[in-house]
């Protein structure tokens, strides 16, 4: 089965500010959401996919890390602790206990599956209960990167086409970037994490709704470094980032906004539908 890009895990320390900073890039960003774990995000929900800004609210009640249990609050609390950027890689599960027994058995991780549920808005705005459960990889040469699937056990609770009406036209989520000098080394990894070969001759894995993860030299070594979202004119995305006052740039490919000006990760836009 060839999964696809569920969503990104943003971690910021100011959420207000990075939450201003995508709704002047013509993002709809959706309410402030509290975990009962001591983080809080908001949703940035495309077709397929979604972005979520997530910051710590309360470290107190944060648990830790334990033989067999990743803490999610621990990760993006340790990993604010050194920056702020792309902290997560998350594709689509369909059955949390079959992608745990399959990572620990490819030796990427043996913890056990965590789920959780949280109050939600239908897409006719009446209030509802969205639950998922979550199945964590992870490699130990790339600690400030996380990487988990998520299986949505109420798909129809979440999605919401009204919340997936960009002022800037975004459709999805389709690429995102891990920098190494050494792409080679993580094939291993990525393979029993997406269940898919990198396309030949290439450092990429081909997901499913046209997404991919890439690897390139460019970039902190180690990183989740970079993202794309499709959908968007890059004309008007730079007449939009420049009108609000932030740096843009633009070049055959679309407009880029370099990690520097962006939260620690940089953002690729382009107009090509997926």
């Known amino acids: ?153 109420y798909p129809e609770a979440f999605w919401n086409p009204a919340l997936q009406q960009h002022p800037n036209g975004a459709q999805n989520v389709t690429a995102v970037t891990l920098s190494t000098p050494h792409p080679d080394r993580f094939d291993r990894f990525f393979t029993n994490f997406t269940g898919v070969t990198p396309s030949e001759g290439t450092a990429t894995f081909p997901l499913d709704r046209s997404g991919e993860i890439r690897m390139s030299a460019a970039g902190p070594a180690g990183l989740l470094s970079s993202y794309a979202v499709s959908g968007v004119d890059p004309h008007d995305l730079v007449d939009r980032a420049r009108a609000q006052g932030l740096p843009v740039a633009s070049d055959d490919d679309g407009a880029l906004i370099e990690a520097a000006d962006a939260y620690g990760v940089a953002i690729r836009f382009a107009s090509a539908t997926r």
């Open 1 to 153: 089965m060839t999964r696809r890009i569920d969503h990104l895990v943003l971690a910021v320390h100011d959420l207000a500010a990075a939450a201003h900073f995508y709704e002047q890039l013509g993002f709809l960003v959706g309410a402030r959401n509290r975990h009962p774990w001591g983080t809080e995000n908001h949703i940035i929900q495309f077709r397929s996919s979604f972005l979520e800004l997530i910051g710590v609210a309360d470290d107190d009640l944060i648990p830790p890390h334990a033989p067999g249990r990743f803490s999610f609050g621990a990760f993006v609390r340790d990993y604010l602790a050194r920056r702020e950027g792309l902290a997560m890689l998350v594709l689509d599960g369909q059955d949390a206990d079959a992608d745990a027994a399959a990572f620990a058995a490819a030796g990427i991780g043996d913890f056990e599956p965590f789920t959780f549920e949280r109050s939600g808005t239908a897409a006719d705005g009446t209030p509802t209960r969205v639950a998922f459960s979550l199945a964590f990889a992870r490699d130990e040469r790339l600690p400030q990167a996380g990487f988990f699937t998520c299986r949505q056990h």
